[in-house]
């Protein structure tokens, strides 16, 4: 079945760190591919998403790569800032009987420090 | 609304109660979502909605779980007989058709069995 590994937390930062939260999934055909952001109190949001091989999305200086070839997503950042800590999740979501479920990874916390 | 409103945002109940959790998707959307997010997971799926019917059930735990969307907006979900381990936070979700891959999460509720 479909499913998502991401790297396992916390992963803890200084300010201005470069981020990589790793990301593979399993699925058949072509999903499209998401990361979330929960930050504290707050509920899921969109950070960003891909919908076929070779696409990058980007937002808010993160950005991830659809890599067909490695079955990856990966979530990168050149300069982290105290304001991202949160937990970031992995995200695949394929059609299926008509609708698009989402298959979230189990999530990744980053704290970054000032 | 602007966005998915889910109530109430937190539901504290006896062990063995009957329970009702409420979700309002973002209007206009035609498909809704309710998954479960435990202590250190990311969510996982219940069922899903195109319009009343009830599309995709096959993530409800067992026979104690149900959800009705009557009119095609508003869905509620319902718990029988609950357990502690039923206690986590239950997340609503809205995309604007079946096929829309992107989904718009409400804030959730937290339920806590006792």
């Known amino acids: 079945g479909n499913s998502v590994t991401q790297m396992e937390g916390p992963v803890t930062l200084s300010e201005e760190a470069f981020l990589t939260i790793n990301c593979t999934y399993t699925?058949?055909?072509?999903?499209?591919l998401f990361w979330y952001v929960q930050y504290p109190g707050e509920g899921l949001q969109l950070l960003l998403k891909?919908?076929?091989?070779?696409d990058k999305g980007s937002n808010k200086g993160f950005e991830a790569t659809y890599r067909k070839e490695t079955t990856s997503f990966h979530l990168e950042k050149g300069s982290v800032q105290v304001s991202d800590s949160a937990v970031y999740f992995c995200?695949?979501?394929?059609?299926?009987?008509?609708?698009?479920?989402?298959?979230f990874g189990a999530g990744t916390r980053l704290f970054v420090k000032a | 609304g602007a966005g998915v409103s889910q109530t109430p945002s937190n539901k504290v109940t006896e062990k063995g109660k009957y329970v009702e959790l409420r979700c309002d998707p973002i209007?206009?959307?035609?498909?809704l979502y309710w998954y479960r997010q435990s202590l250190g997971q990311g969510p996982e799926f219940l069922i899903y909605?195109?319009?009343?019917?009830?599309?995709?059930d096959s993530g409800l735990p067992n026979d104690r779980f149900f959800a009705v969307r009557p009119e095609g907006s508003v869905s509620t979900l319902k718990i029988q007989r609950t357990e502690r381990g039923d206690s986590a936070v239950y997340l609503c979700?809205?995309?604007?058709?079946?096929?829309?891959?992107?989904?718009?999460f409400g804030q959730g509720t937290r339920l806590t069995v006792v």
């Open positions: 979700a809205s995309s604007l058709d079946a096929g829309n891959t992107e989904a718009f």
């Open positions: 699925a058949t055909g072509y999903p499209s």
């Open positions: 891909a919908t076929k091989a070779d």
């Open positions: 995200a695949l979501s394929k059609g299926h009987t008509g609708g698009f479920k989402t298959i």
């Open positions: 209007s206009g959307h035609t498909a």
């Open positions: 909605f195109q319009g009343t019917g009830a599309a995709d």
